[in-house]
């Protein structure tokens, strides 16, 4: 928590000489408030084409059907349902950092909320165009509305998982889009209070009166908590019923039980990676190095390893236990993702989730830059991998051997999943435009508490241990955004 | 708030709380006797209780070795003032190791008679579907396939082994850790925080990796047959939630007699929230293993909770989810409630007695089946066992050089907490 009592030794969470909080809103609405530099134009046309070929594919999947896609009688699944976890994963991290870490009184989620939620919400709908997609007659999605009707016994079945799937899904991104846009307010506001024209009333109709009133100031930080409240449940629902569609609806009778907290788990470990792919990225480019620090870029390789750890735990439990059950079936599923026809991606996934992520006890590696945004792009990879091999791996070879068969993926697949990609960076450069991509006032809270300058001024003041401070000063090293010319008199 | 504290105190154990945790040891004693005597029935029931307790016992000790090295790892300010609590829990574990493979011992070497389907089998009183005699020799008359393909896991050598090196380690690294924690008080400086750290890390790896294999072994394999991937993680939760509920148990006990007079409802509050968030992931982790096995209603793992519907359970299995889930959550929820130490004590209270039936569910179905019962040798084994905690952790905090780890870099944050 921050108080006047922190100790010296927890590590800046913002970094610079002369920090105001006028040059805060200055420097963080630097992007929103001027034209876009030539990095963004490249990083945006891009994108943009990404999604027009999604736009194509997604096109020609509704326009001919379901047969557009390499999908086959016995592999009815594919690339579609991979891809719709794979992004719903991703939004996980979103949630974690804004609700989880906010409970939990981890004040470092400040600087980078606002990107991870923004990420979230993409993430989502990314999600969500998959299962229009891949409901063949997307016209017809409302069937998946309990909605009154004239067809007689027609009614979503509730014992299928993919139905709870709709429900949990549209939650989460309801309460995420909410949770998200309240925490804008404020900026929001920030940003109409500076415009002029035109731009001054569209910014001041998204700020909803924003005030700043003590009142406003209160309400804003009770509704916090309790979207917070709210959406903590929201972080494991999601990926458990995720997983109840494949522990329930693969093959039947196969399922592991370890599966709802093991794919949360996953999810958190693919969201914090994206989050690390965006920011890395976004830190250089908007030059955000004071409020993204090493400390946050060194605590998210943590989390990430962490998590891989636990996914590991997982796919050991699980490959223990199907030799422990001594059911053949059970057996034979995991024998044949090791060393079966697509070995090549359990191998792949293994490697990329599980032991990819243990080179991160080395401080040096954590600390770079290049190599952690390497590694997060390795785990979206294994990720990726983890829904391919639990779902066409277990399809592939059902019980019985005459209807055996591979998949193979057509254009059109893969170009649903890459302009997925582009549609997501798409969206998340436009964000970056017209909104600010960190939430400015609460990291304002972090500049007479958390800061380097404050802390600075604490060491200069004395009252406190010389080891501590020696600590202190030693952890310093590692930061990009510190000059330590600074520490060589105090 | 006060502002002075006097950090040299230290805390005696004696008069009537170390009187009635002897007295508690000996009701267990008089338990444990009397089911011997009764002979019949009640001699398993014997074994499983103490298998219950034991397994209790060592799970809230480990409780204290996790709960103090994540709170390090993740430099939680908020609970430097208490950690020396969880550390004596941690010096427990020793003890508790050695109780549980003597109970287990005993329970594998004493045998007995049973028929099962017309047939008669000599049969170990504890982990009888694994380790009754000739279950794994091929030609004799007691040979199960199933469990001859687990022979691997499922034999004596390497059942002990798994016994003995992970409670081995997981005590090495907690007394190391709390004794770094003692040393710092006199040293100072940042070496011994940063061992502590280098430890934790240590312990929480080892332990993640491990934990679910004890729990298979010890637990699960109770009932050979079954498996469950999540049961590992059912345990962790359940492990984790009891040992945080006698965290706050002990912190209310001393306050109550006057020690430990820095912490209050600040710290009650952080610990609550802890309680609360995790009876609520360990119903998730129950309810997800119970789910699955019933939608995929395969007759090898749905057998397992078809036993606990059976009349003599089914009472006790919906009871669990009232006394894990539905107390805490209704107790707990309003954030005044958390931070009345009234409130929290009777919480922890019920969810001790909810993991004990938690524990119950997992053993007695698969040993004492229908001839289950709740009296002398439930309410006395608890009551041993729960006199020989309290005396052993009491008679550790006695001994801890201080009460509070004097030289943590986050002591000041500690003590200043508030939410």
């Known amino acids: 928590m921050a108080h006047h009592h922190e100790s010296i030794i927890r590590e800046p969470l913002m970094t610079g000489k002369d920090m105001t909080y006028a040059r805060i809103t200055n420097e963080i609405l630097l992007p929103v408030e001027n034209k876009p530099n030539k990095a963004w134009w490249i990083g945006f046309v891009v994108s943009a084409l990404g999604a027009l070929l999604w736009v194509v594919s997604i096109s020609l999947t509704f326009w001919y059907g379901l047969g557009e896609w390499g999908l086959n009688k016995t592999v009815g699944w594919a690339w579609d349902i991979t891809g719709f976890v794979w992004w719903v994963g991703i939004g996980h991290a979103g949630t974690l950092i804004s609700a989880v870490l906010l409970i939990f009184g981890q004040n470092w989620r400040n600087s980078i909320n606002r990107s991870a939620e923004a990420m979230t919400i993409f993430a989502v709908i990314c999600a969500a165009t998959y299962i229009v997609a891949h409901m063949g007659r997307p016209w017809l999605a409302y069937f998946t509305l309990p909605l009154p009707n004239q067809y007689g016994s027609l009614w979503v079945n509730w014992n299928s998982a993919l139905m709870m799937d709709v429900f949990a899904i549209s939650t989460y991104f309801s309460v995420s889009l909410l949770f998200w846009y309240t925490g804008l307010l404020p900026d929001i506001a920030s940003i109409r209070d500076r415009a002029k024209g035109l731009r001054r009333r569209i910014y001041s109709i998204l700020s909803f009166g924003w005030t700043g009133s003590l009142k406003t100031w209160q309400r804003f930080e009770t509704v916090s908590l309790i979207l917070a409240g709210i959406s903590t449940p929201l972080v494991l629902s999601v990926h458990t019923i995720v997983s109840f569609d494949f522990a329930t609806s693969l093959e039947p009778g196969w399922h592991t039980t370890i599966f709802p907290p093991y794919f949360v788990a996953g999810a958190i470990f693919s969201g914090f990676a994206m989050v690390q792919t965006l920011l890395l990225v976004t830190r250089k480019v908007l030059g955000l190095e004071n409020y993204i620090t090493m400390f946050h870029i060194e605590s998210m390789n943590k989390i990430i390893m962490l998590t891989g750890s636990i996914v590991g735990v997982a796919y050991i439990t699980e490959f223990f236990i199907a030799w422990y059950s001594q059911v053949e079936y059970e057996q034979y599923a995991f024998i044949n993702r090791a060393t079966g026809p697509y070995w090549w991606a359990y191998w792949s996934m293994m490697s990329c989730n599980v032991i990819s992520p243990q080179l991160f006890w080395s401080s040096k590696l954590r600390r770079s830059i290049p190599f952690s945004w390497a590694l997060s792009i390795v785990v979206n990879i294994g990720m990726w991998f983890e829904r391919f091999v639990i779902i066409v791996t277990s399809l592939h070879r059902d019980y019985i051997p005459s209807s055996w068969a591979m998949f193979y993926p057509t254009w059109v697949d893969v170009g649903v999943f890459i302009g997925s990609i582009g549609v997501f960076f798409t969206l998340f450069l436009l964000f970056i435009r017209v909104l600010p991509s960190v939430a400015i006032a609460e990291v304002k809270l972090l500049l007479k508490t958390a800061s380097e300058q404050a802390k600075m001024k604490q060491i200069k003041e004395g009252h406190l241990e010389p080891a501590e401070v020696q600590y202190y000063k030693e952890s310093l090293t590692k930061y990009d955004s510190v000059d330590m010319a600074d520490y060589e008199k105090v | ?419």
């Open chain 2, 1 to 419: 708030m006060k502002t002075h504290n006097n950090f040299d105190e230290r805390f005696e154990f004696t008069g009537t709380a170390k009187t009635i945790s002897l007295v508690g040891i000996v009701l267990g004693v008089i338990g444990i006797a009397f089911g011997f005597i009764s002979g019949g029935d009640h001699i398993q029931r014997v074994y499983s209780n103490l298998l219950l307790m034991g397994y209790f016992f060592v799970c809230v000790c480990l409780a204290g070795i996790f709960f103090s090295a994540y709170n390090y790892v993740a430099q939680a300010g908020w609970s430097a003032s208490l950690i020396r609590i969880p550390q004596a829990f941690a010096k427990v574990l020793p003890i508790a190791s050695i109780i549980l493979i003597l109970i287990i011992t005993a329970g594998l070497l004493h045998t007995h008679t049973v028929t099962e389907n017309g047939k008669t089998e000599t049969v170990p009183y504890l982990y009888a579907h694994w380790a009754a005699h000739g279950i794994t020799t091929p030609g004799s008359e007691n040979f199960d396939a199933i469990i001859y393909g687990k022979k691997g896991f499922l034999n004596i050598p390497f059942f002990y082994g798994v016994l003995i090196v992970f409670l081995g380690v997981y005590s090495f690294l907690g007394i190391k850790m709390a004794k770094f924690s003692e040393a710092e008080d006199t040293e100072g400086g940042m070496a011994n925080y940063d061992k502590i750290f280098k430890y934790a890390c240590i312990f929480l790896v080892i332990f993640g990796f491990t934990f679910p294999i004890f729990a298979f072994g010890v637990i699960m394999s109770l009932e050979a047959h079954w498996f469950s991937t999540m049961f590992g993680w059912y345990n962790l939760a359940a492990m984790h939630v009891s040992g945080l509920a006698v965290i706050a148990l002990v912190i209310i006990y001393l306050q109550k007699r006057g020690y430990f007079t820095w912490l209050n409802e600040n710290h009650l509050h952080d610990l609550g929230k802890l309680i609360f968030g995790f009876s609520i992931f360990w119903c998730y982790v129950w309810f997800a293993q119970f789910f699955l096995t019933w939608y995929a209603n395969m007759p090898e793992e749905s057998v397992y909770f078809y036993k606990r519907w059976e009349p003599e359970y089914k009472w006790w299995f919906w009871l669990n989810i009232v006394l894990n889930f539905l107390a805490p959550l209704l107790l707990l929820m309003s954030r005044d409630a958390k931070r009345l130490s009234n409130r929290v004590m009777w919480t922890c209270i019920v969810l001790i007695a909810g993991h004990w039936l938690d524990y119950y569910l997992m053993i007695m179905p698969g040993t004492v089946g229908e001839h289950r019962g709740f009296f002398i040798e439930e309410v006395f084994t608890f009551a041993g066992f729960a006199g020989l905690f309290f005396y052993l952790v009491m008679g550790k905090i006695a001994k801890a050089p201080s009460l509070v780890p004097k030289k943590h870099p986050f002591l000041q944050e500690s003590l200043h907490h508030h939410r």
